[in-house]
């Protein structure tokens, strides 16, 4: 998810070479979920992180970074924590 809006989003899957997974937009009203889940930052846009949610709607992992991409055997491996 990001504050940008649904037209970025499809300009971002396009340059990927395609996504095959809905994408969600924090666009409007502005920042709702990065409020919700604390990551939005005082000068009104969110910080970088990844949440993982499980089923039940259980917050199982969460990461802020700073810059960059995060590192997917991280992520996998946490996925794989909640098989």
Known sequence: MS??????????????GGINYPMLSDFYPHG?????????????YPKRAVFIIDKQGVVRFRKEFDKGIPDNKELLAELDKIK
């Open 3 to 16: 504050a940008d809006s649904v037209f970025s989003h499809k300009a971002f899957a396009e340059k990927m």
């Open 32 to 44: 709702a979920m990065s409020t919700t889940y604390g990551c939005l930052r005082p000068e009104g």
